[in-house]
């Protein structure tokens, strides 16, 4: 196996859009710590160039024919040792990005977002960190109008109670959108600590990232009480 480049981060991009995916492919190829693996015009071409060329991250545009953007981010976070994915999309598909974040995408970019956050979004999540804002996450759930937000409510509460006391409050500091040094800074905790207790929640609570905590905290209604 070739090892690869120090900080060389394999990007995989998938629009039906030519125009699109080769904007965002010059784009990236400007960056000299990324380098595009392929580029692929739907999920299901999408998925064999995963297992082929086993890229970090995926960007992943939602609208898309054969097989759309969130089929295609269940059944890839649903592997093992699956690439993080970014999803491509625009403010009018709200309830179609909360479905990905649940399915495990580690965020999401409007397609209008400037260049450079592009790139350094890119990065962030090759680091295991979420790209999406909580003020973001805020507006998202306020436009999805889900007539089942009680039974949602109840269920979120019922596995947030597998935490004990100390998880659940690093939980909703996560649902924050605090980084592991505010955590700690707020419940009085060294970094390592936090670094723990986030690993015990996802483990526990069968997550893959922050951005799942952050909405379960979210349907539980913790924040609401804050």
Do not use: C, W, Y
Not at 22 to 31: D, P, Q, S
Not at 50 to 61: E, I, K, Q, T
Not at 76 to 84: D, I, Q, T, Y
């Amino acid at each position: 196996m070739t090892t690869p480049e120090p900080g060389s981060i394999g990007v995989l991009i998938v629009d039906d859009d030519p125009l699109v995916r080769a904007g965002l492919a010059m784009m990236l190829r400007g960056a000299p710590d990324i380098r595009v693996v392929a580029e692929a015009g739907n999920g299901t071409e999408a998925l064999p160039l995963v297992a082929r060329h086993a890229p970090d991250v995926v960007l992943m545009d939602i609208r898309m024919p054969v097989m759309d953007g969130l089929a295609a981010t269940e059944a890839l976070r649903a592997r093992r040792g699956a690439p993080e994915v970014v999803v491509l999309t625009t403010f009018d598909a709200d309830e179609h990005v909360l479905r990905a974040l649940r399915a495990g995408a580690a965020g999401f970019l409007l397609k209008d977002t400037p260049p450079d956050e592009i790139v350094a979004s890119v990065r962030r999540v090759a680091q295991g960190q979420p790209v999406l804002s909580p003020a973001v996450t805020r507006r998202l759930i306020a436009r999805v109008a889900d007539s089942g937000a009680d039974r949602r409510r109840d269920r979120a509460r019922e596995r947030l109670a597998l935490l004990n006391d100390r998880e659940r409050e690093v939980a909703v500091t996560v649902a924050q959108g605090r980084s592991n040094a505010e955590i700690g800074s707020v419940l009085h905790l060294s970094v390592p600590t936090v670094k723990t207790h986030v690993s015990a929640i996802l483990a526990k609570l069968d997550l893959n990232n922050r951005v799942q905590i952050a909405l379960l905290v979210h349907d539980a209604g913790l924040l609401d009480e804050e």
